[in-house]
């Protein structure tokens, strides 16, 4: 049986990470948050709310809920008109030539986000179609590192945990796949993703034989 594959979005498929950071960064200055590029690798993969805690709490001020519930929604609108005109070219080059070999080759593919925008981002690259299985952050109880979103995706392609192979940009990400017990492949810096099995600068490196010789290593 060939593993399936269970793909992150932001910073895997597409760089909207780059665009969460610039709605982050700019929500962060409007409250006097300190907020650089080592608080933003700490927040890679992690959900909306929770990220917004980590960023309040370097602010000199105390918010209400109602108040973060506010300042969730301005940052969530400014992120929604940074993607509002993704196309196709904005997928990361070698992402649906990577996407349809595994097909080809009979895996299944799934999406594990945390992005309540994920399903608007792939539809706007045109690559839905080419995924079994998507998941809801909606009904996803716990964030990255926790390992719900990927043991919720692997049973809804019907595929044991360790039969599948994760792909990921965030520490936080890699940590919520080996917490998965499935092996891991990391997209950028091997100093951030060293606890991946595998890192690659870039997704258009991985190739499905890279991904099945990975699955059978750490089968035997
Ligand atoms: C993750 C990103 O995929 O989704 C985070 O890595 C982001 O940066 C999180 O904050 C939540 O996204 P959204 O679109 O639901 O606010
Ligand atoms: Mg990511």
Known sequence: MQPSVIFDLDGVITDTAHYHYLAWKALADSIGAPFDAEANEALKGIDRMASLRWIAA?????????????????KNAHYQRLIADMAPEDAFPGVPELLLALRRKGCRIGLASVSKNAAFVLDKLRLTE???????????????????????????????????????????????????????????????????????????EITPEMIFALAASVAE
């Open 130 to 204: 080419l995924f079994d299985y998507v998941a809801d952050a909606a009904s996803i109880v716990r964030t990255k590192p926790d390992p719900e979103i990927f043991l919720t995706v692997a049973a809804a392609l019907g595929t044991p945990p360790a039969a599948c192979v994760g792909i990921e940009d965030a520490a936080a990400g890699v940590e919520a796949i080996l917490a998965a017990r499935m092996p891991a492949i990391g997209v950028g810096s091997s100093e951030i993703l060293g606890r991946a099995n595998l890192v690659v600068a870039h997704t258009r």
């Open 58 to 74: 370097r602010s000199a001020r105390d918010f209400s809920e109602a108040e973060l519930a506010i300042l969730a929604e301005r």
